[in-house]
């Protein structure tokens, strides 16, 4: 059981290049997401899933898209890089909406945007 | 425990010393508060939670501590030990709402 998996773990792009960050979980939750980190600052929730083939906007979606085909799977898109995506993302995974401690993260990917 | 600009609080405590970590949030319609635990290099995981319609609540070693009045939340860390050396953060949730919102951190440092 490898819980939340993301890929890859580190990766340096340079600007208007693309890429895509992998997140997999092993757990069958219905709910996703990805998060952004930036130094001395909090989490802040790029986009999110409520289910298979559902996606929606957090509090920083812009630049970014996601995709959610398969139940498992929850895919953040950078389709033009800028040096202000640089930062650490995490994905998370939970099989309620309510309850903070059925939240698991990932150990994150850290982007550097040249 | 609320940081500015690029620089987290810190909070330097003796090993074996109780730990207070606070936690000023925004939204008064909020009514469930997490505080995570986030070591270096590694994602946050779960401490403890409380819902809007309690005021205190105890695990193991930990305390939360709600202030409704004031929008305050405080974690308390009894007999601190150098494996809670992390960064700490409050997260709140508005009833319905499928999002966290995330406090700036407190470093906690234990000093052995």
């Known amino acids: 059981n490898a819980g939340v998996t993301q890929t890859p773990k580190f990766r340096v792009l340079k600007t208007g290049q693309s890429m895509t960050l992998l997140c997999a979980q092993d757990?069958?939750?219905?709910?996703m997401y990805w998060y952004r980190q930036d130094p001395g600052m909090g989490l802040r929730l790029i986009h999110y899933s409520v289910g298979e083939g559902t996606t929606a906007k957090g509090e920083v979606p812009d630049g970014y898209n996601v995709s959610r085909l398969k139940k498992q799977n929850f895919l953040l898109g950078l389709e033009s890089a800028a040096p202000s995506q640089t930062s650490v993302y995490f994905c998370a995974s939970s099989y309620l909406a309510n309850s903070g401690n059925t939240i698991y993260f990932g150990e994150g990917s850290w982007l550097t945007v040249v | 425990g609320e940081s500015v600009g690029l620089h987290l609080p810190t909070l330097s405590v003796q090993e074996g010393d109780n730990s207070i970590i606070n936690c000023a949030y925004s939204?008064?319609?909020?009514?469930?508060f997490i505080w995570y635990k986030q070591e270096s290099g590694k994602g946050p995981q779960f401490i403890i939670d409380i819902r809007s319609n309690m005021d205190k609540r105890q695990g193991q070693r930990v305390t939360v501590l709600l202030n409704k009045t004031v929008k305050h939340l405080s974690l308390q860390i009894a007999a601190t030990q150098p494996g809670d050396s992390a960064v700490y953060f409050c997260?709140?949730?508005?009833?319905?709402?499928?999002?966290?919102?995330f406090g700036k951190g407190t470093k906690l440092s234990v000093i052995p």
């Open positions: 997260a709140e949730k508005g009833g319905g709402s499928y999002q966290l919102t």
């Open positions: 757990m069958n939750h219905e709910y």
């Open positions: 939204n008064s319609a909020s009514d469930y």
